[in-house]
T-cell receptor, first 114, second 115 residues
């Protein structure tokens, strides 16, 4: 089955700096890579996702890059703000026949220091 | 519209008791997933339904865990003879399930504490 590794487990940045979270996956059949943000005591919420047919996707201050050859993908948050503080999970999923089994990484706790 | 809801939000069970956790997915969502999230960890896959069919239950940790979705909408995760290691947050998620991979919408979770 799929195995997703995520680094670092914790990350502290000054407000306004950039944050980068990196993930690797093992299953070459994975073709969908979502990123979820989970605030303390809340449900995970999708912040951005990327499919395997593109190498990069950007949405305002958030961008994700994907290297299918190396089986790694990264989340980049620029101009960080205190409200970006949360746990971020990367995930990988093969999608076939309507079935999408998502395997999550272990999470990165991001702290943005005002 | 309404999102995914789960009940109860919190459940305390004595070891050996049976519990039932309910999930109401977004109306019209074909796919429904159950995850177990231990403290400080990512969600771990338990089982997947496409409409009423349980297509994958490979993540269920033991035969004490059972899930159903008899009419293709509401789902129930049942844990029999609860053990302390079952203490976790149980998350339900639903997705449209058509037209390619897409966002899974999570419920608020049920925090199960087994004493």
């Amino acid at each position: 089955g799929e195995n997703v590794e995520q680094h670092p487990s914790t990350l502290s940045v000054q407000e306004g700096d950039s944050a980068v979270i990196k993930c690797t996956y093992s299953d070459s059949a994975s073709n969908y890579f979502p990123w979820y943000k989970q605030e303390l005591g809340k449900r995970p919420q999708l912040i951005i996702d990327i499919r395997s047919n593109v190498g990069e996707k950007k949405d305002q201050r958030i961008a994700v890059t994907l290297n299918k050859t190396a089986k790694h993908f990264s989340l980049h948050i620029t101009e960080t703000q205190p409200e970006d503080s949360a746990v971020y999970f990367c995930a990988a999923s093969p999608f076939s026949g309507g079935y999408q089994k998502v395997t999550f990484g272990t999470g990165t706790k991001l702290q943005v220091i005002p | 519209g309404a999102g995914v809801s789960q009940s109860p939000r919190y459940k305390v069970a004595k070891r050996g008791q049976d519990v039932a956790l309910r999930c109401d997915p977004i109306s019209g969502h074909v796919s429904l997933f159950w995850y177990q999230q231990a403290l400080g960890q990512g969600p771990e896959f338990l089982t997947y339904f496409q409409n009423e069919a349980q297509l994958d239950k490979s993540g269920l940790p033991s035969d004490r865990f059972f899930a159903e979705r008899p009419e293709g909408s509401v789902s129930t995760l049942k844990i029999q003879r609860t053990q302390q290691e079952d203490s976790a947050v149980y998350l339900c998620a639903s997705s449209l399930g058509r037209g390619g991979p897409g966002e899974q919408y999570f419920g608020p979770g049920t925090r199960l504490t087994v004493t």
